[in-house]
């Protein structure tokens, strides 16, 4: 790509991100999430594919239609209660819309079935983009608004997020469909701890975030898009394999690796306040 | 917007009934008949004498039926998902190199493919399918004619064309293959020595790029002897309409979805031809390196 293009989109996403995250008033987090929309779509549909760009037109319907979303909750709250503070958001219908919204950004279930097309229409750097970086504004939000956060509905969706990653994730080919699976699946964790413990929410995200950059570069620098090619990759190179193997079980939360830490504190802290069967 | 609002509400006072007054006066000038489509047909099209929705049979029990066979449809895919991706164990996906996509050795095999020529627009070309010797191959022949048709607007003709219907799954969805294992096509054909050109056909998501076509050819030697033909799929080019594009880009196949492949005969030769195929499969050339043959730069 146009070396200056690039640095544009990329400049603009840090924005995008700095603006959201930094913003007391929902109209700044609005527009930050707008910047970052927009400056990722050229990201996606680089190649010129035309997948690439169905990935780019479907993620772009999606973010704005959660945009607006966003921007009707916080709207109607102002109406009601007058407030434009991201923490004040207290009537309960715009609580409902926000949590909709947010999990909509996110790629919760039931909001997921834009994002494994569009993680398979992007490149593996876009990708890796898409899964972190841009789960970041929202993921902000959410800890913002945690307290007025509908408690029923964002424990069916992360319940369904869990679920549906999971199972979804069993027959898949392709490696950028099964990391856009895993993703829903560990959203699905984060969003069932933030009304309890939401700094729970944040240690999950940001292991999950290095764990899933890690995967994602290792897979680019093998070329690894389908199963088949991972399959013969260890000839070439052995470590990165062994490291892929060993990064992999982590991110399914297997015991002595990190990724088993934020699941043990999360069923733990469900255990605490009497949710067990939402932990098991 | 006055003018709106005043013809809503002259609708929604006189009925339902009126509407369709109301909305014929707003068009008057552009219709000059009661229908809202032109009634033109092409010379080789045959008369319409029952529309669709006609055709259609409300017999209970036949539904009944065709709902316990999606219902067993419906079952089969479900256990195929639980054996592993494509109905097969994941050790079969990883491992296999080759795979059979269509042969004929039946009937029912024919009826997975659809004939057709330019006998749809008013030409002269004849194509007929059917099964070869000891029920071993398809064999596709027929005629080839270059005559124009007479109607004033079409400037070339002759073609005669063989395509694969696609898969559907249960509840008439579209089946979606992942051939991203294989980079070849593989056919085992015996031809007379004329050109053929194959054609993909993957079902886009916009509407506006349904005529979009992945296309190669095919020369046949013409002997007694059968050929086997491999076709990567880095050399197929991208044409929509039949104009070939600047813009290339190889054909993607993890999701070829609702995949269609056909056979198209149009060298602008008058005279007979045919085409045994025997089978036509998938082949994972590892001496074939290639990602795409055309457009290598970088575009941006």
């Known amino acids: ?280 | 917007m006055a003018l709106t609002v005043m013809l809503l509400n002259g609708s929604s006072f006189h009925g339902g009934c009126c509407r369709h007054k109301v909305l014929l006066s707003l068009l008057g000038p552009f219709l000059s008949n009661s229908k809202l489509y032109s009634s033109y047909r092409r010379p080789g099209a045959e008369p319409e004498k029952k529309l669709s929705w006609q055709n259609a049979d409300f017999s209970f029990k036949k539904s009944i039926d065709h709902l316990k066979t999606q219902l067993s449809l419906l079952k089969k895919e479900t256990q195929d998902y639980l054996l592993g991706p494509g109905g097969h164990p994941l050790s079969q996906h990883l491992l296999e190199q080759t795979r059979v996509l269509w042969q004929f050795r039946s009937q029912e095999d024919l009826n997975k493919w659809v004939i057709s020529s330019d006998e749809e627009i008013g030409g002269k070309s004849k194509v007929y399918l059917k099964l070869g010797r000891n029920n071993q191959a398809a064999l596709l022949y027929g005629t080839l004619n270059t005559e124009v048709p007479r109607d004033g607007e079409t400037k070339y003709s002759g073609y005669c064309s063989m395509r694969s219907r696609p898969a559907v799954g249960s509840f008439n969805r579209k089946k979606y293959y992942d051939w991203s294992n294989f980079n070849s096509l593989y056919l085992r054909v015996r031809g007379d020595g004329r050109p053929w050109m194959v054609n993909i056909y993957t079902d886009p998501y916009f509407s506006h790029q349904k005529d979009d076509l992945y296309s190669y050819f095919m020369f046949t030697r013409g002997g007694p002897y059968w050929e086997e033909i491999k076709i990567p799929f880095s050399k197929f080019f991208f044409s929509s309409r039949g104009r070939v594009q600047d813009n290339q880009h190889p054909v993607w196949l993890d999701k070829a979805s609702f995949l269609t492949l056909g056979f198209t005969i149009g060298d602008k030769v008058d005279g007979p031809f045919q085409l045994e195929i025997d089978f036509i499969g998938l082949l994972k050339d590892r001496a074939h390196r290639e990602e795409f043959a055309y457009e290598a730069y970088d575009k941006n």
């Open chain 1, 1 to 280: 790509m146009n070396p200056q293009a690039k640095l544009i989109f990329t400049s603009s996403l840090l924005l995008g991100t700095t603006i959201t995250i930094s913003s007391n008033h929902w109209i700044m987090a609005w527009t930050g999430l707008e910047i970052n929309t927009l400056a990722v779509l050229p990201l996606i549909s680089k190649s010129h594919h035309p997948r690439a760009i169905e990935a780019a037109t479907k993620y772009f319907l999606v973010q704005a239609t959660a945009s607006i979303l966003v921007l009707f909750s916080s709207m109607t709250n102002a109406w009601y209660t007058g407030q434009w503070d991201i923490t004040q958001l207290t009537h309960p219908t715009s609580c409902l819309i926000m949590t909709a919204a947010i999990s909509m950004k996110l790629g919760l279930a039931p909001f997921h079935f834009w994002f494994p097309e569009v993680l398979q229409g992007s490149s593996l750097i876009t990708g890796l983009l898409l899964s972190t970086a841009m789960k970041f504004p929202p993921m902000t939000l959410l800890y913002m608004t945690s307290q007025s956060l509908n408690p029923t509905l964002l424990a069916s969706m992360a319940i369904l997020s869990v679920a549906i990653g999971g199972w979804m994730g069993l027959n898949q080919t392709q490696t950028r469909k099964i990391l856009a699976f895993s993703s829903i699946s560990h959203l699905g964790w984060m969003a069932a701890i933030i009304i309890y413990n939401p700094k729970l929410t944040l240690l999950n995200f940001y292991l999950y975030a290095m764990m899933t950059a890690s995967v994602f570069m290792i897979l680019n620098s093998m070329k690894a898009l389908k199963l088949p090619t991972l399959m013969t990759s260890w000839t070439k190179m052995p470590s990165l394999s062994a490291i892929l193997l060993l990064v992999l079980l982590s991110l399914a939360g297997l015991p002595p690796m990190t990724g088993f830490l934020p699941k043990w504190l999360i069923i733990q802290e469900l255990t605490k306040q009497d949710m067990a069967p939402t932990a098991t």
